[in-house]
Each structure stands twice: as C-alpha cells, then as structure tokens.
C-alpha cells in the first residue's frame, strides 16, 4: 500500500499538470476564443471536460502502478516533458494557420516550423528523465514546483477568459426547416447560395455542363460582391450594407439589419420571407418578418460522444508536435452538426447539401399553394471545401469526391428544384437566383451570379458584364419581390454604362494570400479594398483612411 502511495505522490504534479493543460485548459480557452461560433454556452463544456479528466487521470495513474518503483521518477518526469511541451506548442510555436474553413492546410509552407517544433518535443521529452537519472531530487522538485506553478498559471487565466469572454451572436432563435419547400402560384423569388461558388469555378464547372437548363438566366461575369467570408457575405447580399471596419461585427450585422428594409418590407407587403441559413448570419434581422425561424430557444450538445471527440481534436491540432498536426486537421464547422435546440419539436435547418437533396426527395419536390408569394433562400455548402459530396448529392467523405463532383451534386439539386417549378408552373412567373456569399480565390472577392427574372425565356443563356455588386443583387430581390414598389437604387440590369466605386472587405487570413507582408492589413482582423477596372483584371488598392471607410456605403 505504502508503494502505491509513494507511486501517487510522485507523478500527482504532473498528472495536474498535463490534465490541466490538455483537457481542461486548452480546449476551454478554444472554446472561449471562438465562442460566437459555438451555439452552446461554456456550461455545455463541463461534463466532457471532466469526462476526459477522469480518463487521462485512470490512464496515468494505471501506468504509473505498473511500472517499477525505481523507474517511477523518470515516469513522471516523462509526462512533465509531454505536458510541458504541449504548453509551448500550444502558446508559442504555432504559425499562423488562418482561419479552420475547411481547405487542406498547405503543410509544405511550414517547414521550418516543423523543424523547430520536433526539437523543442524531442529535447522536453528527453531531457527531464535524463536529469532525474542523474539529480533526482533537484530536479524531481523543479518538476513537482513547475508543474504546480505552470497549471496555476493556466486555471488563473482560464478563469480571466470565462469572465472576460462575451458572445455578440444571438442563439435565441433557431432557423428552422418549417416549409422548406413550400411556394406560391401568385409567384417566388428562389435564391440558391451556393457558397464559396467562384466565377472561374462557374467557368470551368457550370456554364458549358449546365447551358441549357441556365438559358433563361443571365450571368454576372464582372461582380465584385463586396464582403468575404460568409460571415460578411450573407448580411451584405440581404441588406446591401456593407461593413466598414470601423465598428465591430456584431454592431455592423445589427446596423445592417436596420439599414436594408428589404426583409421587413417583403413581409409587410405580403410575403413569406423563408431564410434557411445559420442563425449566425441573421443575427439583427427583425426575426418576425422572417417565417421560419423560431424564438425563446436554447441550445444542447445533441451528439456528445461527437462533439467531445471535435473539442480534442482541436485541440490536439494546437497542442500537438507539428509533424503530425495533419492527422488532426479539422473544419470548424463540424461542430454545428452537434448542437441542436433544447426543444426536440424544432427541426433546424443545417448547412448540409446531401440531407437538403434527400428531404427534398422525400417531400416529393416542391409543394405549391395559392398562399402569400414567397422569399425563399436556400444556403448551401456548396463550393465550400471540404469537399464530401459526389455529383449524386450524396455525403461520401472526402476521398470520394473532388470540387468538380460536389458541384455537380449542387446543380443536380438545383436543376430538379427548378425542373419541379416547371412542372408545377410557378417557373416562369418566378425569380430564380443562383449565386455565392463570396468567392473562392485573391480576396474571395468574385462570387458567381445566375439570374432569371420572372417572365424571361431566352434561346441561350445571356452574359452581362457591367460593373455590379452585392448592392445591385440586393436592388434586384427588391425589384422582383416588390415592382414598382422597389427603391433599393440600381439592379443588376441598370448598371450599363454606369460607373461605381467597388469595395471589398476581406479579412487577414484571406487577404495574406495576396498581401503576406504587409504589416497594416496584418494588425487588422479585416481591412477594406478598393478594387478598379475590370475584375478579371481589377486595380486593387488597400484603404486605410478611416473617413474613407466610412463612406463606402455612401
């Protein structure tokens, strides 16, 4: 009993070192650092931060019985060295990944960091056991004391962070499945965000593939949509308000709202407005106008086994030595699957292209009734890597399929939509829309843009290549929901011969792929572009000027 005893004493330092760092505090402070991405609150986290406590502690501890007592020392300084590792990985040897949006990391550009990180593992691993075999009780108490100090260190911070830690996104409300394929006969405005849908990918995958079921439409070649990622796209092409950097982005999301009347004036004039999308990207939008979305909600971990393994995953991708970081690569995303509202009655919409096919499948296609006209938008994953789906609209991983396939599985949904308004005759008296939140490549700053107005029947599909924006798309939901009763200023048709100044915001993570080192844009979470001239071949210049910024949505 006494050995047992002495075997617990002496790795009980480290064993709360190492659980304090890997399982409660690193993925505690991802959490907290990314919390508006989460719909659960930090209460959630608890239980299966206890849960992989309680397992790393048996772990240990079962190891440490095992091994004789003679050894026991180097155990425990074995587990100081992997701990402590994992403390300077996490908080000091990790580049700039960018933001976890789901396209493969480029690994090679790391190298150098590679290197530097397998010897800080190898010498903090090795090292502590060789100083025990040689002053053990000098440095069994330098481990036991750094041990205790560093996870104090760590639980004082952790602390700091759950009271400084704010969320701006409201979850209060679930966008949900109601109606999610209901129309009207007096007519529709059908909009498809394929996100991430850039227009060289629209080039190379859609325009010839799918010429004939897009013959009616009329494609934007020259559009600069005027906010990348999505978190800015979405509220832009809703509101036609851009975001001036100068405030915050829940400020600009509540102003957006406020400023584009579009949403709350379809409702007022009869409309059933229907937004399946993130809850995130309507945040500030007047939830009464918008009729499938559900308030006085709170939000569970529905898949806990799931969702634990994401949260260490995670965290294992910031924690872990460089040279395997690839194996723990993950989309932030994933974690959306995982939580769902507290009340099981409320169905809610996920971004999730091959379950959108089968509901649509198993609804029969689309249901039309003689009800109010409907603002029907449909966001879907799209281009948006990683890619999972084949051209069958089916989830078959990622080793299955290629952006080529999931496109084409994208279109396939969308074309027996449009197929079905055909054969229910609400086609032709419908607005159809096929566009992306943003695009895919420099600043994301080229989103593809289809568009059929009601009543229009071309031989082949028509090109337009003015000078447009998200603000022009915004105008012309307006002028095909409401007519003449539309005051949004110029659509996408009104633009010829008109010249405009074009803006686009982007954030660092997107705009270091084409400005690496400039220290301006680097010290910003996102900066406003002016972009000039055509844009295949545009002018971009960098604004930095605060007035300047202001008057973008001017």
């Not at 090679?108 to 800080?120: A, D, E, R």
């Not at 829940?250 to 957006?256: E, H, T, V």
């Not at 419908?430 to 490549?441: N, P, Q, R």
Request: charge should be negative.
């Amino acid at each position: 009993m006494k050995k047992i005893k002495d075997k617990l004493i002496t790795i009980y330092p480290q064993l709360i070192f190492l659980i304090v760092t890997f399982c409660i505090f690193m993925p505690s402070s991802l959490f907290l650092g990314n919390i508006d991405q989460f719909a659960v609150g930090f209460a959630a986290l608890i239980p299966l931060l206890m849960a992989a406590s309680l397992i790393t502690a048996a772990v240990v501890i079962l190891i440490g019985l095992i091994v004789p007592k003679k050894i026991c020392n180097i155990y425990a300084a074995v587990i100081f060295g992997g701990a402590l590792a994992a403390y300077v990985q996490g908080n000091f040897l990790n580049p700039d990944f960018g933001v976890l949006n789901g396209r493969q990391i480029q690994w090679s550009q790391f190298k150098v960091n590679g290197i530097i990180s397998t010897v800080v593992w190898i010498v903090l691993i090795v090292v502590p056991p060789v100083i025990v075999c040689f002053k053990k009780d000098i440095m069994t108490n330098i481990i036991k004391w750094g041990s205790l100090f560093l996870s104090s260190i760590q639980v004082v911070t952790l602390v700091v962070l759950i009271v400084s830690s704010k969320r701006s996104v409201d979850y209060s409300y679930v966008v949900t499945k109601n109606d999610e394929f209901a129309l009207s006969s007096q007519g529709n405005v059908v909009v498809f965000i394929v996100d991430t849908l850039d227009n060289e990918d629209a080039q190379n995958y859609v325009i010839d593939r799918y010429c004939e079921e897009l013959k009616d439409f009329t494609y934007f070649d020259n559009m600069i949509g005027g906010g990348a990622p999505t978190a800015l796209g979405v509220p832009l092409m809703l509101t036609g308000y851009q975001y001036d950097t100068t405030q915050s982005l829940a400020d600009y999301r509540k102003k957006a709202y406020e400023e584009g009347t579009l949403i709350q004036d379809m409702s007022d004039n009869g409309y059933d407005v229907k937004l399946y999308t993130s809850s995130e990207y309507l945040n500030g939008v007047n939830q009464e106008a918008v009729s499938n979305t559900a308030g006085g909600q709170k939000y569970r971990i529905s898949d806990k086994v799931q969702f634990f393994k994401n949260i260490y995953k995670m965290s294992a991708f910031y924690a872990f030595p460089q040279i395997i970081k690839q194996y723990f690569w993950f989309y932030g995303d994933d974690f959306a699957a995982c939580q769902a509202p507290e009340n099981n009655n409320v169905i809610q919409y996920e971004l999730d292209d091959s379950q959108l096919y089968a509901d649509f499948k198993n609804n029969d296609g689309i249901t039309v009734d003689a009800g109010n006209k409907t603002f029907t938008l449909y966001h879907m994953v799209g281009a948006h890597a990683p890619y999972e789906m084949n051209e069958q609209c089916v989830d078959v991983g990622e080793t299955e399929t290629s952006l080529d396939k999931q496109i084409q599985g994208v279109f396939r949904y969308i074309n027996e939509y449009m197929q079905q308004m055909k054969d229910k005759g609400v086609y032709d008296n419908s607005t159809v829309i096929i566009t992306a939140d943003h695009g895919g490549y420099g600043l994301y700053e080229r989103p593809a843009v289809f568009v059929k107005m009601a009543d229009t029947h071309n031989d082949v599909m028509q090109v337009n290549s003015d000078s447009v924006t998200f603000k022009n798309l915004y105008a012309t939901y307006g002028k095909a929901a409401l007519g003449q009763k539309s005051n949004y200023g110029n659509t996408l048709f009104d633009m010829a011969g008109v010249s405009q100044s074009r803006y686009h915001v982007a954030p660092w993570d997107v705009s270091k792929g084409m400005y690496p080192a400039d220290e301006y844009l680097k010290n910003r979470d996102y900066s406003v572009f002016r972009i000039d001239g055509d844009a295949v071949n545009p002018q971009i210049s960098v604004i930095k000027d605060e007035q300047q910024m202001k008057n973008i949505n001017n």
